[in-house]
């Protein structure tokens, strides 16, 4: 079935930096979802996407769903340590779900 | 108390071995999910069930098997497991809207099969 491709695959960054990660699809999505994954812990939603263009923020979250329906990308500001995680992106048509192959996200003190 | 619960948590078992992952919910949803996780994979989905009547393959059900007993309840079953079902699963549920953004996750399900 179709992945979403993501990169990173993974970063490494001092704690206080800013993080960027996008996802893109060879084909276009109405919605586009960001998750947050800790380690031993399931899957968690942080932002959802609606509409091309739509830029929603979370805290010191943001996403953009782009304009060609085809990408979308997530951005942290001043990372933490609890920032650590895989982060990964999802989408949808129908009754099939896609998911990115997950960032992992490393934050040193 | 968590709203979604899989047991066991870890597994460790042999090849040919049948297994199976056991997945409950507190949150009254109707629709409950298995998936997989791989390393540099996404998710992938393997049953998924609207109601307690219905049962649906995903995209990888091949060497899988399902069973819902009840609203609350969702097991997945591998009747002869292979290692290349090593794998992390996770259930999740949503209520009537099945879009993807409803869903809630629970903790997962760590499989070795050896």
């Known amino acids: 079935g179709q992945q979403l491709n993501q990169s990173p695959q993974s970063m490494f960054i001092q704690e206080g930096e800013d993080v960027s990660m996008n996802c893109t699809s060879s084909s276009i999505f109405n919605t586009w979802l960001w998750y947050k994954q800790d380690p031993g812990e399931g899957p968690v939603l942080l932002i959802a996407?609606?509409?091309?263009?739509e830029l929603t923020s979370n805290g010191r979250l943001t996403a953009q769903f782009g304009i060609t329906r085809k990408d979308s990308f997530l951005n942290i500001s001043a990372s933490i340590p609890s920032d650590v995680g895989i982060y990964f992106c999802g989408s949808e048509t129908g009754n099939q779900f896609y998911f990115g192959t997950g960032t992992s996200l490393t934050v040193i003190p | 108390d968590a709203d979604v619960t899989q047991t066991p948590r870890n597994r460790i078992t042999k090849t040919g071995k049948r297994i199976m992952l056991e997945c409950s919910q507190t949150?009254?949803?109707?629709?409950m999910y298995w998936y997989r996780q791989d390393p540099g994979l996404g998710l992938r989905l393997i049953y998924y069930s609207f109601d307690v009547k219905d049962i649906n393959k995903g995209e990888i059900s091949d060497g899988y098997s399902v069973s819902r007993q009840a609203q609350a309840k969702f097991s997945l079953s591998l009747e002869s497991a292979i290692p290349n079902q090593t794998a992390l699963y996770f259930c999740?549920?949503?209520?009537?809207?099945?879009?993807?953004?409803?869903?809630?996750f629970g903790p997962g399900t760590r499989l070795t099969v050896l």
């Open positions: 996407l609606y509409k091309a263009g």
């Open positions: 949150k009254g949803h109707d629709r």
């Open positions: 999740a549920t949503s209520d009537l809207h099945p879009s993807l953004d409803t869903q809630y």
